[in-house]
């Protein structure tokens, strides 16, 4: 098992320009999570899923989009970025029967 | 709603030296406890958990971790600290109905020689 894994691992995007951060999990989770991770304020819960076609807000949802289309996969969307989302990013994914989080490897992001 | 506190942002300790991470919690039921570790670069990995049973709980590289219900804590604790182990240390906070746990801030670990 390949786990969560998260591509791109690094990437640099000017203010405005949209992208996709990608997160593929193979132990067939229901639930999946994004979180960005900025000094000083720990992990925080940006949007989750607990099942293909159900998404919801986390704590800071804003400028974010995810959908899940499949139970493998759970794609962020950055709309517009923003030098306010320069973090790092990590997916992670639980199973139904208690809430242990396995992550990626994160993506580092920054916004110019 | 939970809530996860840890009240130290960094730590120091000498190689050798015992170490102690407070973490403190707000739920009203049992909860699911979590501590992870994050070295330089890297992502999180799962330390220990706690679900119920035992309130001593027995991790990996040697770490351990203790419910006290009375205080609302989940600790964790290693007899000897080795140069390895400075990272960040989460504690994280779940239920059986929230799907996503709360993690606390963190605790940098740095480790003297």
């Known amino acids: 098992n390949a786990g969560v894994t998260q591509t791109p691992k690094f990437q640099v995007l000017k203010t405005g320009q949209s992208m996709t951060l990608q997160c593929a999990q193979d132990m067939n989770h229901e639930y999946m999570s994004w979180y960005r991770q900025d000094p000083g304020m720990g992990l925080r819960l940006i949007h989750y899923s607990v099942g293909a076609g159900i998404t919801d807000q986390g704590e800071v949802p804003n400028g974010y989009n995810v959908s899940r289309s499949t139970t493998e996969d759970f794609p962020l969307r950055l709309l517009s970025a923003a ?26 992001l920054t916004v110019l | 709603a939970q809530s996860v506190t840890q009240p130290d942002i960094h730590i120091t300790v000498s190689e050798g030296a015992s170490l102690e991470l407070r973490c403190n919690y707000s739920y009203g039921a049992t909860p699911y406890l979590f501590w992870y570790v994050q070295s330089p670069g890297q992502g999180l990995q799962l330390l220990l958990k706690y679900f119920s049973g035992d309130t001593l709980v027995q991790g990996i590289k040697g770490f351990e971790a203790e419910f006290k219900r009375s205080q609302s804590s989940f600790n964790l604790r290693k007899p000897s600290v080795h140069w390895s182990d400075a990272a960040e240390y989460f504690c994280a906070v779940g239920s059986g109905g929230s799907y996503i746990p709360t993690f606390g801030r963190g605790t940098s670990l740095i480790v003297h020689p």
């Open chain 1, 83 to 108: 030098p306010s989302q320069t973090s790092v990013y990590f997916c992670a994914s639980s199973g139904q029967e208690d809430n242990e989080q396995f992550f990626g490897p994160g993506t580092r």
